[in-house]
């Protein structure tokens, strides 16, 4: 095919078993509409070339809309409009390209939670946190731990935002897994990818979130490596053209099977505030050596998905002071650093975009407070120190 020319494979099924005309068109481009009739099974399927296309990009995240219409003895019966981008992710040794150029993941792990609301659905808060997004200069986000609301899909896609959607599989506890297990898990993400699969937006799918949270050797006995081979295959059938990933957590280390079939290795890390408070120089170096072991075993790219500190807004201190706005800010800029200073990284994703209320417990206070804003949105001083980092790319 010639060199900027993209192809839109369409395919249409129709539930209720006739056999009908189908017409498709990519508006202002190939109309009149292309027409084929349903076979067997219900299906048409077309492919549509568009001439110099103007491929989907974070700079030029440009829509071409595609339009659909059933026909029966010749009259219109139904209609479908669907907006979508034409772009291509590929992982090839240890670096990450959209549509063939190198791409570096700067964003934040998020939730879907405000004042008032807590978790609904509130259309004038998508708007505030992708203005917030662009001011911070993050191109990226993860869909922590579930599917997002399908208005924040959209307007990432408009937006330019790439994100890593994740199934809901948070912390799997493989002593308390069953067949039903597997079976669930494989039905959420196959909702999941039914869903997000036409949006360009969606550059990764994280099939799980930080599986063997407790780190229980029975996990390492082959139950692990089974469960998530299957997983793994089941979820490429369905979706061969996105690389797959799944966080890992510190307790689950450097040997977890995820590993083996990932291809973007997740790590979420807290050195310096689980594990080793308050230590961050040795954090740091912990993190390091920790990064270029995983690196040196499986050869492929790596990425944080996690790191943070929690932070009281307007405590403060002149030494590294755990809850301090300093703390958070040096551990942020340190992490970074670290993280950057590999060249085998591809991305760095802070843990969390913004404060948000959890369940009672006795390490917490109400609310997880390792948001860069807070939970109606107002800035900590970590917020314009990653502006700052973000504004400039990994060097």
């Known amino acids: ?15 209720n078993g006739q056999k009908l005309t189908i017409e498709t068109n990519i508006e202002g481009l190939n109309e009149p ?37 059933v026909k029966k003895d010749h009259a219109v019966i139904d209609k479908y409009a669907i907006e979508f981008g034409v772009r291509e992710i590929t992982v090839k040794e240890n670096k990450l390209y959209l549509n063939g150029e190198e791409i ?9 939670d405000f004042s008032v609301i807590g978790k609904g659905l509130f259309l004038p808060l998508i708007i505030k946190d992708f203005q917030l997004l662009k001011w911070i200069n993050a191109n990226s986000f993860r869909t922590s731990h579930y599917p997002y609301a399908e208005e924040i899909m959209y307007m990432a896609d408009k937006k330019g935002f790439l994100i890593i959607d994740e199934v809901p599989a948070v912390s799997l506890d493989f002593r308390c897994t069953n067949d039903r297990t597997l079976v669930n898990h494989k039905e959420s ?18 099939l799980g979130n930080e599986p063997n949270l407790v780190g229980e050797d029975t996990y390492y006995n ?13 979820s ?39 594990e080793y408070p308050g230590q961050l120089e ?10 270029d072991a995983v690196y040196a075993k499986y050869y492929k790219p790596v990425m944080l998905t996690e790191f943070g500190a929690d932070t009281i807004p307007g405590l ?73 980092i973000w504004s400039q790319a990994k060097k």
């Open 33 to 69: 509409f292309i027409s084929s009739n349903t076979d067997e099974n219900g299906e048409s399927i077309f492919e549509l070339r568009i001439d110099n296309c103007q491929f989907w990009s974070s700079v030029n995240p440009h829509l071409y809309k595609l339009n659909i219409q």
């Open 189 to 206: 993400i196959k909702k999941l990818i039914a869903r997000d699969y036409n949006h360009p937006s969606v550059i990764m799918w994280a």
């Open 222 to 234: 082959g139950t692990g490596r089974k469960y998530w081979k299957e997983i793994f295959e089941y």
């Open 316 to 388: 403060h201190s002149t030494s590294d002071q755990m809850f301090t706005e300093e703390y958070q800010e040096k551990f942020l800029e340190m992490y970074v650093e670290s993280i950057r200073s590999k060249n085998y990284t591809v991305g760095e994703h802070v843990w969390n975009f913004a404060d948000f209320r959890t369940p009672q417990h006795f390490r917490r206070v109400v609310f997880n407070m390792k948001g860069v804003f807070t939970r109606d949105r107002a800035p900590k001083n970590a917020a314009f120190k990653l502006r700052k």
């Open 104 to 112: 570096y993941l700067k964003g934040f792990g998020k939730h879907e």
């Open 236 to 274: 490429r059938k369905l979706d061969s053209t996105r690389p797959m990933t799944v966080p890992n957590c510190f307790r689950a280390g450097i040997n977890d099977p995820v590993f083996e079939f990932s291809d973007i290795i997740t790590l979420n890390r807290y050195y310096g505030w689980y």
């Open 282 to 291: 040795h954090a740091i170096s912990l993190l390091s050596t920790e990064m």
């Open 1 to 15: 095919m010639p060199e900027g020319t993209g192809l839109a494979k369409v395919k249409v099924g129709i539930k």
